[in-house]
């Protein structure tokens, strides 16, 4: 069954530097999103992304964040300098449509940001 | 904006025996779907069930069924023969029609008694 991967599994940074955070959506899906959940808390909607641009974008993502499909598989999350508070567990999520079963939202295993 | 909420951080069962999680959402809007997703420990977020409010029907997936009850704005996850493997945490998510991001709830902690 196809899945949503997502690389790294773990990433450690020092606070100020840059991380890439990688996923790669189920083929045929058209709807990409970036989550983020800071532990014991609830996962909370950073981006989504359809037709190579962002659809709509909370609070959260700020200029520090960015978000590019380079090519026609992968889908990234650019943090460009790092703080204290953005240590947290990174899901990314893809969909087929909107309607239906294609709107059910698929789920990375996750990218475990820490930022020291 | 729509919310989302599960009023037990914490419940527990034996196995083999029947549990009910609630969800609460508020919305004006009247096509929207509703979701629960299970967080085991290795933290990956896995759907369990979804439910489209246009359809009267609970849905059902095997040993997981919802009490969908559009008026009063609940959602509450029943699970029948509870096994070791469904302690998690489950989150409720609700998501309007269209291109929308799904809106979480704070999860409830299952834990599964042997």
């Known amino acids: 069954e196809p899945e949503v991967t997502q690389t790294p599994s773990h990433q450690v940074t020092q606070m100020g530097q840059e991380v890439i955070l990688r996923c790669v959506p189920i083929?045929?899906?058209?709807?990409f999103y970036w989550y983020r959940q800071i532990l014991g808390q609830k996962v909370e909607f950073l981006v989504s992304f359809y037709n190579n641009e962002i659809s709509e974008k909370s609070e959260i993502f700020d200029d520090q964040f960015s978000v590019e499909r380079p090519d026609g598989s992968n889908f990234t999350l650019k943090i460009r300098s790092t703080k204290l508070e953005d240590s947290a567990m990174y899901f990314c999520a893809s969909r087929e449509g909107t309607s239906g079963t294609r709107g059910t939202q698929y789920f990375g295993p996750g990218t475990r940001l820490l930022v020291l | 904006a729509q919310t989302v909420t599960q009023s037990q951080p914490e419940m527990s069962v034996q196995e083999a025996e029947t549990v009910t999680l609630s969800c609460t959402y508020d919305?004006?809007?009247?096509?929207?779907?509703l979701f629960w997703y299970k967080q085991p420990p290795s933290r990956q977020m896995i759907l369990v069930i979804r439910q489209e409010a246009y359809k009267q029907q609970n849905a059902t997936e095997n040993r997981f069924s919802v009490n969908f009850q559009k008026a009063a704005k609940s959602f509450s996850l029943k699970i029948s023969d509870s096994q070791l493997g469904d302690a998690a945490m489950y989150f409720c998510a609700y998501r309007n029609s269209g291109n929308t991001p799904l809106v979480f709830g704070k999860g409830t902690r299952l834990s599964v008694i042997a």
């Open positions: 919305t004006s809007e009247s096509d929207y779907y």
């Open positions: 083929s045929n899906h058209l709807y």
